[in-house]
């Protein structure tokens, strides 16, 4: 069975740097593009950004939030997806999911908390 | 700030047929798959169809989807108790980037 295990969430304060982990099973991840997905309190799902697999060149693509201030990133060894966050804003508050394709398979999420 | 336009909330009694429309443009649904989720209360969001109207293993063949030019539908057929959650629909837009539609959520009279 496919299973994604985020981690790596908590409370920062503003301006500071998290990184995401999301450890991946039960499916071949080398050849897997993956994504984050994030939603805040009460709101609605918003796409953070992908990551495609080295085969297909491993570039990433972001969502609007994520431009400028975070990082998608890979390491097919550890078969885990990463997503690195700097300059954090208190709106970046939320669940951050990570999903295999488009969202085909969905991790449970890692809570992040950007609070003074 | 969302591109793919969702009504907030649908509603029915057991038995009865649902469908959540979703409204986009020719930049995203016009030219791309739709995909759909179901996120329970308190739960993860779960794939629900993909490329407009593919089911995953697993998903009751009660929901389907649809796609006519701008738009996509989600129906729910035969409502039951468990499908209360919110819906989502999602589609590519020619800037590469996946948007996701505003949520409906569905209430079980």
């Known amino acids: 069975d496919v299973q994604l295990v985020e981690s790596g969430g908590g409370l920062v304060k503003p301006g500071g740097s998290l990184r995401l982990s999301c450890a991946a099973s039960?499916?071949?991840?080398?050849?897997?593009?993956m994504s984050w997905v994030r939603q805040a309190p009460g709101k609605g799902l918003e796409w953070v950004g992908r990551?495609?697999?080295?085969?297909?060149?491993?570039?990433?693509d972001n969502g609007p939030p994520a431009q400028g201030r975070f990082t998608i990133s890979r390491d097919d060894s550890k078969n885990t997806l990463y997503l690195q966050m700097n300059s954090l804003k208190t709106e970046d508050t939320g669940m951050y999911y990570c999903?295999?394709?488009?969202?085909?398979?969905w991790g449970q999420g890692t809570l992040v908390t950007v609070s003074a | 700030q969302s591109v793919l336009t969702q009504p907030p909330s649908a509603s029915g009694t057991p038995g009865q047929r649902v469908t959540i429309s979703c409204s986009g443009s020719?930049?995203?649904?016009?030219?791309?798959?739709v995909n759909w989720y179901q996120q329970l209360p308190g739960k993860a969001p779960k794939s629900l169809i993909y490329?407009?109207?593919q089911r995953p293993s697993g998903v009751p063949d009660r929901f389907s989807g649809s796609k006519s030019g701008t738009s996509a539908s989600l129906a729910i057929s035969g409502l039951q108790s468990e499908d209360e959650a919110d819906y989502y629909c999602?589609?590519?837009?020619?800037?590469?980037?996946?948007?996701f539609g505003t949520g409906t959520k569905v209430t079980v009279l």
């Open positions: 490329s407009s109207d």
């Open positions: 990551i495609k697999t080295k085969a297909d060149g491993g570039t990433t």
């Open positions: 039960g499916f071949s991840f080398t050849t897997t593009w």
């Open positions: 999602a589609a590519w837009d020619p800037n590469g980037q996946f948007v």
């Open positions: 999903t295999t394709g488009f969202g085909d398979h």
């Open positions: 020719s930049s995203n649904i016009g030219r791309s798959f």
